[in-house]
């Protein structure tokens, strides 16, 4: 079993900044792909950017590329998503998510997930 709890969600301007954390506990947590989701009103659940689990393979939305970062600190069990330039489009609720399988491309085949964090960019 994997518990995640994401913080750092929030109210920003547009253009501004805001970095998510995912706290993970459980089952060995650097054997874990991660993923950041998001789902806004009246949307389907959508990726967001991955990490593996050693963290030297990401991968992003296009909407995302070149503005949000995923990084990971193994030593804290933690995940992060730095998120710059934002845009009321960014609007959401960002979940946290785990992946027991260590093949197959990183944005597919999530276990377990965290209860979201609020994401709110006002123009």
């Known amino acids: 079993q994997v518990q995640l709890v994401e913080s750092g969600g929030g109210l920003v301007q547009a253009g501004g900044s805001l970095r998510l954390s995912c706290a993970a506990s459980?089952?060995?947590?650097?054997?874990?792909?991660m993923g950041w989701f998001r789902q806004a009103p009246g949307y389907a659940r959508d990726f967001v950017a991955a990490?593996?689990?050693?963290?030297?393979?990401?991968d992003y939305a296009d909407s995302v590329k070149g503005r949000f970062t995923i990084s990971r600190d193994n030593a804290k069990n933690t995940v992060y998503l730095q998120m710059n330039s934002l845009k009321p489009e960014d609007t959401a609720v960002y979940y946290c998510?785990?992946?027991?399988?260590?093949?197959?491309?990183?944005?597919?085949?999530?276990?377990?997930w965290g209860q979201g964090t609020q994401v709110t960019v006002s123009s």
């Open positions: 990490i593996s689990g050693t963290g030297t393979s990401t």
């Open positions: 998510a785990a992946r027991v399988s260590l093949i197959g491309p990183l944005r597919n085949g999530y276990n377990y």
């Open positions: 459980g089952r060995t947590f650097s054997m874990n792909t």
